[in-house]
């Protein structure tokens, strides 16, 4: 399985695939560009295929989280402006050899929702029709702090369908915000796997954000906890862990660092909760 953690991009993207062998993660994610800007980055092509070139050697996957501020929910105004960004994002991850760009699903502000979902999909449209690399382009469904969009997987499914370019489009599931909307309860992966199948989610499912959660299921609230230190816990853990739609994808831990700064401890933790014991 490929196991790991959110590193830094200290050292270039390179420095981010070195760091997170060096915990060792065998999958990371990294920021491709500042996290809290809406600007796009000029980056190394060099860095960037250094980072790719390390991670097919060491046989590692990775995945880009988009800045924060990037909505794809976001009206006309700004458009050009987000799919500018989720462009240059693409890029970055693409020369980096990463699976994809996680982008959360998206904040509408306004009265009519279905204008919501109308701008994701243009979003989505203006930046697959302009981005001809193999990066895609991973939605995260979201914990419904703010934002009542992205909390289910019919929402998920039915954006993606109805895009110009489904085929550039897959989904990053984050556990713990999946608890906090009340999209899976801890104790039905079964039945959440028999629903993500039918709908046709999980063939989609690229990337997993693994986070226990500080809050109750069904609480909307996001804060994320180590795994086994929430309500989500180590047994319920371990039935997602254990699903086979998990045993080929980017696994990533977006948790606070442990005793000795990293999460080397906790991704043995998983790994042996996923019946992947550390060999060593
Ligand atoms: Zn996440």
Redesign the pocket.
């Known amino acids: 399985m490929f196991i790991g953690s959110h590193v830094s991009t200290r050292g270039g993207y390179i420095g981010a695939a070195k760091t997170a062998l060096s915990i060792g993660a065998n999958a990371f994610q990294y920021f491709p560009m500042n996290p809290r800007s809406l600007a796009t980055k000029v980056f190394s092509l060099r860095d960037a295929e250094a980072c790719a070139q390390f991670c097919q050697e060491q046989r590692m996957l990775s995945i880009g989280h988009a800045p924060y501020p990037l909505n794809p929910a976001a009206g006309d105004d700004e458009r050009s402006l987000m799919v500018r960004l989720l462009i240059n994002g693409l890029e970055i991850t693409g020369a980096c050899g990463s699976v994809g760009l996680v982008v959360h699903f998206g904040k509408y502000v306004g009265k009519d929702p279905l204008q919501g979902y109308k701008n994701i999909i243009q979003c989505l449209n203006s930046a697959t029709r302009a981005y001809r690399g193999s990066s895609l382009i991973l939605l995260?469904n979201q914990a419904g702090e703010g934002a009542q969009m992205g909390l289910t997987l019919e929402e998920m499914v039915q954006v993606r369908k109805l895009c110009e370019h489904p085929e550039k489009i897959g989904f990053c599931l984050?556990t713990c915000?999946a608890f906090a909307s009340g999209m899976w309860r801890g104790d039905d992966w079964k039945e959440m796997e028999t629903r993500g199948e039918r709908l046709d989610y999980l063939p989609h499912l690229k990337a997993v954000?693994l986070?226990d959660s500080v809050h109750p299921c069904g609480s909307r609230r996001d804060r994320h906890a180590n795994i086994g230190a929430g309500y989500i816990g180590n047994d319920h853990m371990r039935q997602l862990l254990t699903s086979r739609h998990l045993q080929h994808l980017p696994i990533v831990l977006?948790t606070g660092t442990g005793r000795d700064g990293t999460h080397r401890e906790e991704i043995l933790h998983v790994k042996s909760l996923a019946g992947k014991g550390d060999p060593r």
């Open positions: 995260e984050d915000h954000h986070n977006e």
